[in-house]
């Protein structure tokens, strides 16, 4: 290097420079994959899925130009960021009082939702692996009780369903999934460290998990309904620009932390922001010609969401799928996975469209991938609970389930419109529809 | 920490919880100190510095709980994307054409914009450090020569001058400067270098760094200028939502990845693409009822600029200015500062706000501060060339210059009214005048 160039170097080069031209990447594939999906009547977050899966796999053809996407820590902080704005999103379109109205469904099918799974995915591991501890059987189980909404929510906000009754059950009911399966996981690996320790797990320490929980949903949910007026309210006199894009986003942000602090996903807590926020908080910024805040959000998702499935499609990692002797146990885990989540749909009650709330609870998406990722690290007798290759079947579970869910919501929503639709769903129609429906109701 | 704990921390805490919080805090403090700016009648921007100004300095009033900002890196990264969107947004408000037809000002504004500071700063340098080499005093001139525009670029929108011939001078002259600042450099370090190790600088050495700059600037607008037309039409046939945005955003960080790569600001890359992209390169997404790129722009850049502003805020350390023997030194430099770029506006050819031009290209932002740092680490015969009282000094100046700006560059504008206005500037219309003028060039 040139004296010229180390001066050049030391006082330009950006240090994000690299970030950006992944970011340039990432979202053109993007919109490619999104483009070819629309084409072929998908959601467009198929597209961004098989985009990302394909950017993620060209290192199999031998080309590995794209693998910085994969280890950039700016393109990881953007997908968070990006699902927590999606969550916050399809909050925004619901009100608490909505979600209310639906909650008894919804906490059904939550329950069955954890439960069905739960007992096929021990049933699996005590068929498929019979000389494994009980244990083992068990974790199978956890691992396939959790839910991960953010397919499900991104495919119903695509399709245009996103104020309709079975997105609000499916939503509702993975919120009180993400507790739950919290418990499952907590109580599961906790009996397994007490057994390989030889102590045992007490009462009192599935007590605090569950009361943490519940102490978080209530009393965030209570404050959140007390305060967000009142906070909207003060933030209106404020003159500079875009302060309720800013405040808007503060609560989600807010919302994200604390619900992570409490050991919930952080998309709980954008959810919740969301769903706590209604158009008569901000009705003063509306008023004096300002655009609403899902209008506002609008290009900051497209921005942003993006990245979040592009991500997820990239960490799927095509060799699992080579393994015969994974491909058994992933084939029937995979068929318990979608199994387990059709049963929610016989907890729902009359009027909705059943089939769709079953298909929009299967993906697993992250949250199975953490599970499994926490058996590998468990021990029981020196053995990992969840070995090598249990552990690429669950990958395959969770890439089937997630890349499933598009085409088979889209089917299932089409094949049977919403009965008791509360706004109509035309797919061009929502696009600007959030920003000018008023909230209906008293 | 109980087996519930463990087992939820590692389920659930996501690795970006702290950052959200702390992005919801510069979010609030951000529109608060906006909110205050507004009502002294200054621009935004100034709220927003001074609201970083006060986070990052109360730690000396014994409350550290804001520093986890300064330190983060998810907050450094979105400042950084935050100021590409600005300049990028700033770009798009002109057109290549109407650059051209200032350039000749914009040249000359920055010819002398970089020539009068080197030579006042290298004076100031023989008569307050007289014992110290000649090459300290060409160091101070080239600290002095920098400009950052992304202070002015703000205050500009803020007050809707964005369209203006002045701000298109300014802007202009804004990135000649940045590549002949970085020739200033590259040469006076060569010569420090050369001098220090005995060897000589050759003028190879220094046409390498001008051809790269030229071949930069003069390439990527051509090419810009055949492509970009070609790209968006591409573009517009993909049915993807969003698709006229994300190509808009790929196409800004692009350029600004390819500028810093040839050694130049990523800013420059940003303005570039801005500048590059008119109107009727997207019309086709417009026309079928989309919004245009500027509209969707706004929520970004009204999310991720404050970032950028308040972490310069936050940068600056009041304890800077406590120390007298600094203060002198500080207090002329910033004066031959001021005076250097004032003397720009008797570069400019009449008809324009001169005296507003000579305020814009006042503020030295991190600019200066690069350079001073790479004056700390040059060394002659073992000794910094930059030591830290002179360092300190540098800081100040950049202080001064930077929060200066944005009010008296407010009082210059209302004061004498553009004498060639290309579009009218009332404040409020320019919020959303952009989306909807169209260019009125042939």
């Not at 967000?228 to 302060?243: Q, Y």
């Amino acid at each position: 290097m040139t004296v010229p160039e180390q001066a050049a170097a030391a006082t330009h080069t950006d240090p994000i420079a690299g970030a950006v031209l992944l970011m340039a990447i990432v979202l053109v594939a993007a919109k490619l994959g999104g483009d070819l999906a629309v084409r072929l009547r998908q959601p467009s977050v198929l597209g961004e899925l098989v985009a990302g899966v394909i950017l993620g796999n060209l290192a199999l053809a031998g080309f590995d130009g794209f693998e910085p996407i994969e280890d950039s820590p700016a393109i990881d902080f953007l997908a968070r960021i990006g699902v927590l704005i999606l969550l916050f999103e399809v909050g925004l379109e619901s009100t608490v009082r909505q979600m209310m109205r639906v909650g008894l469904s919804a906490l059904l099918v939550a329950l069955v939702g954890v439960a069905v799974p739960f007992a096929l995915g021990w049933l699996v591991g005590a068929w498929l692996l019979p000389d494994a501890s009980s244990h083992v059987h068990a974790f199978l189980g956890a691992t396939l009780s959790a839910t991960s909404v953010g397919i499900t929510a991104r495919v119903l906000k695509d399709l245009g369903w996103s104020q309709s009754d079975e997105a609000r059950i499916i939503l509702g009911a993975a919120v009180i999934d993400d507790v739950l399966g919290l418990v499952v996981l907590a109580v599961v690996s906790g009996v397994i460290v007490a057994a390989d320790s030889g102590a045992s797990m007490s009462y009192g320490d599935i007590g605090l998990i569950l009361g943490k929980a519940a102490a978080f949903l209530v009393g965030s949910l209570a404050l959140g309904f007390l305060l967000a007026p009142k906070l909207f309210h003060l933030a209106s006199h404020l003159r500079a620009r875009g302060v309720l894009l800013a405040v808007g986003l503060a609560f989600c942000f807010a919302l994200s932390w604390l619900s992570s602090v409490i050991g919930l996903a952080a998309i709980v807590g954008a959810f919740a922001a969301g769903l706590l926020l209604e158009n008569v908080h901000y009705r003063d910024f509306v008023d004096r010609g300002e655009h609403g805040l899902e209008e506002l959000l609008e290009p900051i998702s497209s921005f942003l969401v993006p990245f979040f499935f592009v991500v997820m499609g990239m960490r799927t990692d095509l060799r699992s799928f080579a393994d015969p002797g994974v491909l058994g146990l992933a084939g029937v885990l995979t068929l318990a996975a979608i199994a387990g989540k059709q049963a929610c749909s016989l907890a729902v009650r009359g009027g909705v469209n059943r089939l769709s709330i079953g298909i929009g609870m299967v993906p697993r998406g992250e949250v199975g991938l953490i599970f499994a990722n926490i058996g590998m690290s468990l021990t029981l007798a020196g053995e990992p609970i969840i070995s090598p290759s249990v552990y690429s079947a669950v990958v395959v579970m969770v890439i089937v389930t997630t890349m499933l869910t598009p085409p088979a919501l889209s089917w299932s929503l089409s094949r049977r419109p919403p009965a008791e639709p509360t706004e109509p769903p035309p797919v061009e129609a929502t696009m600007t529809a959030a920003a000018t429906t008023e909230d209906e109701d008293p």
